[in-house]
């Protein structure tokens, strides 16, 4: 017997013989790789089906490593037209395109079909490009029904690679959601309802810059400040609506001729004299109670400045850049900050009076908040001057 098949029998292995066999695999997505396998003593026809195995077991793992692509499109619905950018990378577009980058203006008429009252919305193409990422760009628009079911679908997402998905959102001009879907070929379709273009941009902006002011006044700490100042020394209603009506019409002048452009202030200016205007209140309710009566014309010289602060919320936003849009804003912000401020002094005053009837409690309470009143604006004043 020769070493070599003495050796098998010792071992008590029959029937064997040594393989060595190599393997390449390729994948479209990791390109290739050799695997090279080195078998011991194997079973005559095993090596074969072990060849098999490890082959099915490398296409399956490259085909679940696949991504099956997802793409995006972003909707927004004007007073005139809607707007619509699709994002998709050109890989997943190969296989719709016969003459590479040139071709995809092509797809325009299919990348989002859009349908009201049963009739197709067509597409404008206003841009088509290809960014480093290859990804490609698609900006179309079209024009804007005038009110009912807007329903939405993809044009290729059946004839893209299998699993694609597609997150389609819409959108109004002034960021309401309107409705948002992810397609698929199976499920290619939604819709949603746009109202009429007026009454969108109506509604929508008169509550948002009403709850702007509101917004504005209640978190405004140095307007609040003011308001306390001027009204916990307030004999009576009268005198009271009196002050509150001054302040009111001061700083909706102001506020309106800032937005207009007619006066322009620097804020480095405008924010220290609302500052002073606090530390002022403040002393005056400690010291000059004698003067008390002519608050009413004090508070309308300071209610100028607070206006200017009031206008630069409404620039920030760029509010009366153009002279298209300016007086529903500033309207609906205005009326957001006269709610906000009666609704501060339907709290302050009753607590008011209410001190005044107890001349021990008047003597202790207001001396101490006018002196809050006059340390806190003397902190705004120095932080806006010298720490601006």
Known sequence: MSPRRKTAASTGITGYRRNRFSLVLASSVCGKAQVTVHCGWMRTGHWQFFTILICSVACAVSALAHDPGLSSATMVVGDQDIKAVALFHSRDLQ???KNGASSYP???????????GGESLPPKLERVERDVNDNVRFQ????????????VSSGIIGRLPF???????????????LGGRLLSARENEFSVFVAPASQSRAVSGFADFFLLGIRHILTGYDHLLFLLGILIVCSGFFAAARIITCFTLAHSITLALATFHVVNLSN??????IAASIVYVGCENLVGRNSLQWRWILTFAFGLFHGLGFASVLKE????????????PLVSFNLGVETG????????LPLAWKTKESANLSRIAVPWLSAIIVIAGTFWFVQRVFLA
């Open 106 to 116: 092509s797809l325009a008429n299919q990348i989002l079909r859009l349908q009201h």
């Open 341 to 348: 401020q009666l609704a501060i002094a339907a709290l302050i």
């Open 163 to 177: 699993g694609h998905r597609e997150f389609v959102t819409i959108q109004t001009a002034s960021g309401e959601s």
């Open 95 to 97: 296989q719709l395109i």
């Open 140 to 151: 179309l628009s079209y024009i804007r029904p005038p009110l009912g079911s807007l329903t």
């Open 317 to 328: 936003m760029g509010v009366g850049e153009s002279s298209v849009g300016i007086a529903l």
């Open 268 to 273: 480095r200016i405008v924010e220290p004299l």
